[in-house]
């Protein structure tokens, strides 16, 4: 017998740990920004996973590698080199300008290479005190230990403390960051916007700023791209816009296209703070998540798709300035850069309730920060779909009574 919807939702709420705070739905099948539950009923896909199935769902040359690489071979362990896994680190350099590559299994692991690699560079050259770490408030960086220590945000850090050997200063204040600096600072750790902060916006210059500061003080700028990288703001790296290059980068969400795969890159110098047996992890750079990262890579390229993002991210960011110009009394501002976008909401409107709002008519999106409504759509997304997802969110202000708890 098939569970139906209200029986798999059911045994959900028996037999997974309540950490999450899913709508009683099942999403089980999905085409390009389209999804649809076990009724039947579809959405667009305006979250992607959050900014994960950057080549939206069922991708046909990605399904195909897929299966394809399962019937070749799945793993080996670091053991051995694995075909996909070269190939991934040639072409994650080649287009980063970078020339190493680390591979990890999610965001927060990529985040935790970044922090050990930080403190393993200065213990070589014999600085066994610079161990410290400046972050920023109201940043994210992951859930495990180490990356949470960095996270600038009480409700992820409460009850998981100490957490130390973290200085966070606030996000795009460059004299703050100045002034915490110090010997002991290892590292600087800055995602080039905050997607789990809001869709936040350093001002200009800053992170330039902040190249400087760790150029003059010697502490490694760690770039946190996992949300940014791999297209999502019309550039491969959102640090490109700022037209600096980091000294560590970390890339996760986008890059397999939906399959689990993270990534840091950074210069040779600090490539070899990591020599044999200080890091490493049984799964990472796995035979199918290099292959399915590198087929997305491939199609990024030959569809010119970070270009189509930078341009299909115009097009939305005009849409959204739009909706908050004409319901400038729930809207406080849209902001964001390609297609990482937000909608930032008036006090008197509840962002949970306008998703769900959202959601009921049919279009999936994501609460960001205290405040914000994020759109993080398929990198190929229709202009279309942008137009249908736009409209969608008009009808819902409308009718969206402020109090109304959706
Ligand atoms: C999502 C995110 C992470 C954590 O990634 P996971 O894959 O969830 O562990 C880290 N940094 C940033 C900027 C993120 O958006």
Redesign the pocket.
Known sequence: MEDTQAALVEAASQYLYPNYRQPPLILSQGSGSEVWDLSGKRYLDFYAG??VSSLGHSHPRLTAVLADQAVRLLHVSNYFYNEPNIRLARELCQLTGLDRALFCN??????EAMLKLGRRYHFDRGDRERYRVIAFENS????TMG?LAVTGQPKYRDGFGPLAGVTHVPYGDIDAAIGAMGDDVAAVIV?PIQ??GGVALPPPGFLAELRALCDRSGALLLV?????GVGRTGRFLACEHAGIQPDVV?L??GLGGGV?V?VVLSREAYAQALPPGSHGSTFAGNALASAAALAVLEVLKEGDLVAQAAKSGEYLARGLAGIATRHSDKIRESRGMGLLQALVLRESLVPSAVVALLRDAGLLVTVAGSDAVRFSPALNVSTAHIDEALDIVDRVLIRYRTGDDG
């Open positions: 959050i900014a999610s965001g927060t692991e990529a985040v994210f960086h992951g859930r990356a995602e997607g789990e946190d791209e996992v949300q940014t970390a996760a969400k689990p993270g």
